[in-house]
């Protein structure tokens, strides 16, 4: 009632000041959801509300972000979008827009040849009509083009950001609280032609520019008291001046918990950097060490699947990431089969190339081949098909996800093969992640388990490597291990305890059987229809 009033300008009946006191504490976690609920009845999102898209022409991929004019957050709204992609947002009159080139995971930008840095230009959403789609082209210039479409015809427009620079200032107030939302297909929309967009809120170093200075942690409470003291010496309240009270004690508030979180998430990133320091020694000595044994699980647990009871032993369990070795998983046939029906397929391993596709990379040495399943002979006893259901139903007992065969990627194969202790490059993989393990919102359709089964042992080397959980697998035959990298229940993936390695085969030969479990995919989303930065492949794009 407080927060309406003063919106509304209005005078109100005074209460006793514990009681607004008590209004203001009570208001201070909802305030923001309060004010968004309240838009709609003041008529400022119908007014406001427009529909953009933003085209990538730039040659590359790109990252576009919303900037909020009142706080200066940045918040991710496309990561990595290809050139040629459409990135259609529903928006409002005045909101900001900053679309960055996305870099190179090994090389950086490199298009700006004078200072080697990522380009980035800025887009304001202007107060055109309502009923027309408002379109921004990233050029390959990496300038910004505007244009208009009005139903199916599109019109080129002179975009100048400076021309709404003041008359958009009262829509801005209004709504820049108002986050852009993800486009939604209308009935009858081919579902493939939007993309799924994943927010995620970014720090940024002008939000603690911009803030006061904190003081005592007493400072708030006492600036509050003081404010409601005098506005206790008059028969009633100014909503307005309530208003001002509230808005000091949130700026307050805001100011110190920012100074506690600063000093905060400096000692974590002291400690992150030490202990990546750490890791790179951690991963030398324990692939040097032959006979280092597999970690000891922090508890052990059994698993029965088809009357037959599996041994496992629960070396890492997190909800975001999960690591287990599983005794006896793969039998000698089971590998045998597998690997004859690799062997006319074998060709040199790749890896994601960070631009949607992939390539050989020095940091990946081996051979491998997919298998395709032949499920039809489920029935039958077919061995492959046997070995991949036992594959599914073990992810399903510890995720819950309920995850199908459909659409799921082939069995791999993957051999390595040692050449001595002098070989300065020998078959291994350095670490990586087999999916996301950055700590953001899952990505629809990608990978988020893992099923590695030894089937060949090698005389020296070969270990599984979980370097950042401080993990160490030896690889024994018959033996899954199985890591998954995703939060059941939130959808949020790993943070990079499940980054591991494989090192070096230095003597004799090892062979794996591999299966990557993704989320989302089906016969009609198979996982090829997506590349590997997590966007679905269209036939027009």
């Not at 647990?301 to 009357?307: F, L, R």
Request: aromatic letters at 10%.
């Amino acid at each position: 009632d407080l927060m309406i009033a003063s919106l509304n300008n209005k005078m109100i009946k005074k209460p006793s000041s514990s009681a607004v006191l008590l209004a203001l504490g009570l208001c201070l976690a909802p305030f923001a959801q309060g004010i968004k609920a309240l838009a709609p009845r003041l008529g400022v999102a119908d007014k406001l509300g427009r529909q953009i898209e933003a085209i990538n022409e730039s040659g590359g991929p790109v990252d576009i972000f919303w900037i909020n004019s009142n706080t200066f957050e940045e918040n991710l709204m496309g990561r990595a979008v290809e050139n040629g992609r459409h990135l259609p947002l529903n928006s409002y009159v005045g909101h900001i827009f900053e679309v960055r080139e996305s870099p190179n995971p090994e090389t950086g930008c490199n298009r700006d040849s004078v200072h080697q840095l990522c380009r980035a230009e800025r887009f304001k959403v202007t107060e055109d009509d309502a009923n027309i789609q408002q379109i921004f082209r990233i050029t390959s210039d990496f300038s910004v083009g505007y244009d208009v479409e009005y139903g199916n015809e599109v019109f080129d427009d002179e975009y100048d950001d400076d021309e709404y620079e003041d008359e958009d200032d009262d829509y801005v107030a209004e709504t820049d609280s108002e986050e852009p939302e993800e486009f939604t297909c209308d009935e009858g929309t081919d579902a493939k032609d939007s993309e799924e967009l994943t927010y995620v809120r970014v720090p940024s170093l002008k939000v603690v520019e911009n803030m006061r200075p904190p003081g005592p942690r007493s400072l708030c409470r006492d600036q509050a008291k003081k404010a409601l003291e005098r506005m206790s010496l008059g028969p009633n309240i100014d909503a307005a001046e309530a208003s001002n009270a509230f808005s000091e004690y949130v700026s307050c508030v805001e100011a110190n918990a920012t100074s506690e979180l600063l000093g905060t998430n400096e000692v974590l990133s002291f400690q992150e950097a030490a202990r990546n320091n750490v890791i790179d020694y951690f991963e030398n000595y324990t692939c040097a060490d032959f006979h280092l044994p597999t970690t000891s699980p922090i508890r052990n647990a059994t698993w029965i699947n088809k009357d037959k009871t599996y041994n496992v032993g629960i070396l890492h369990e997190r909800p975001r990431s999960k690591i287990h070795v599983i005794a006896d998983f793969i039998t000698d046939e089971e590998c045998q089969a597998v690997e004859n029906a690799a062997k006319p397929g074998l060709h040199v391993a790749a890896v994601a190339d960070g631009t949607g596709g992939s390539t050989v990379s020095k940091h990946r040495k081996a051979m491998q081949a997919g298998v395709k399943v032949a499920w039809d002979k489920e029935a039958d006893g077919d061995l492959i098909a046997r070995l991949s259901r036992r594959v599914y139903d073990y992810a399903n007992h510890v995720t819950g996800l309920n995850f199908r065969e459909n659409g799921q990627e082939e069995l791999m194969s993957i051999q390595y093969r040692g050449r001595g202790i002098n070989d300065t490059e020998p078959d291994r993989y350095f670490p990586h992640c087999d999916g996301d393990c950055d700590g953001l919102p899952f990505k629809f359709g990608q990978r988020v388990a893992t099923m590695v089964l030894y089937c060949t042992i090698p005389l020296k080397g070969g270990a599984t490597n979980f370097r950042k959980a401080g993990i160490h697998v030896q690889p024994t035959k018959g033996f899954g291990a199985f890591f998954s990298y995703m939060d059941s229940d939130d959808h949020i993936m790993d943070e990079g305890f499940t980054e591991h390695s494989a090192c070096p085969v230095v003597e004799g030969e090892k062979k794996v059987v591999v299966q990557w479990i993704r989320y989302g995919v089906d016969d009609t989303n198979p996982w090829d229809s997506f590349n590997s930065l997590g966007f679905k492949i269209s036939e027009e794009y």
